[in-house]
């Protein structure tokens, strides 16, 4: 089965700070992996997602996130937070063919100061 | 322009009391899925589909019955609502398993 763990329920940052949002997963065969972003009051849209290809992803609004298999891990990064970057944050992971399952983690919230 | 589009938005029902929640997607996706988001939860899968005529149960699907009789209709119904299902339900498609979900707004569920 498959399963994804976000490390941290809230983040905070200042603006212009490092953003890091963790991300591990678990899965029985190579996956796909992803992240979401939620505005408030909003559905899910994509930011980024790593299907087998290059291990470094890079994704909207700056971010980007790295496949690490032997970590099984895929945090998500940008440089430099902005306000607008205040949201919550979800991991998905997904076996991809025809198992149709894509699972998401708890989600993380970011909050960015000023 | 429409994507996903979930009716309704918002509902109220009382313990006991049926309901359809609707998903409708112009994008000839395959996959459909439904999910619910709660406080702390995540968003935790209930049923999907991988094509017409397909469904499948996820992480929480008791209480829940599903049905994808056309590809752009994914229908999710509460027989006999009870307050642990209030929640928020987000349905969602995607062309296939490793490719961008879309998602619909949301229908906020309150049962009482």
């Known amino acids: 089965a498959q399963s994804v763990t976000q490390l941290g329920s809230h983040v905070s940052v200042s603006e212009g700070a490092l953003v890091l949002l963790r991300c591990n997963y678990s899965s029985s065969v190579p996956p796909y992996l992803f992240w979401y972003v939620q505005y408030p009051n909003q559905g899910l849209q994509l930011l980024l997602k790593?299907?087998?290809?290059?291990?470094l992803v890079k994704g909207i609004n700056g971010f980007e996130a790295e496949f690490k298999k032997s970590e099984t891990s895929f945090h998500l990064t940008k440089p430099s937070a902005h306000m607008s970057d205040a949201a919550e944050y979800f991991c998905?992971?997904?076996?991809?063919?025809?198992?149709?399952?894509?699972?998401f983690g708890k989600g993380t919230k970011l909050s960015v100061k000023p | 322009n429409a994507g996903v589009t979930q009716t309704p938005k918002f509902r109220v029902l009382k313990t006991g009391q049926s309901m359809t929640l609707l998903c409708a997607q112009d994008?000839?996706?395959?996959?459909m899925y439904w999910y619910r988001q709660d406080p702390g939860m995540g968003l935790r899968l209930i049923h999907y589909?991988?094509?017409?005529?397909?469904?499948a149960k996820g992480e929480v699907p008791d209480g829940y019955n599903v049905s994808r009789l056309k590809k752009q209709n994914f229908l999710l119904g509460l027989e006999s609502a009870a307050p642990s299902q209030t929640s928020v339900y987000f349905c969602?498609?995607?062309?296939?398993?490793?490719?961008?979900?879309?998602f619909g707004q949301g229908t906020r569920l309150t049962v009482v």
């Open positions: 998905a992971v997904s076996r991809g063919g025809s198992q149709g399952n894509l699972i």
């Open positions: 994008m000839n996706h395959e996959y």
């Open positions: 589909s991988v094509g017409e005529g397909t469904t």
């Open positions: 790593y299907t087998s290809a290059a291990t």
């Open positions: 969602a498609s995607s062309e296939q398993g490793d490719t961008e979900a879309f």
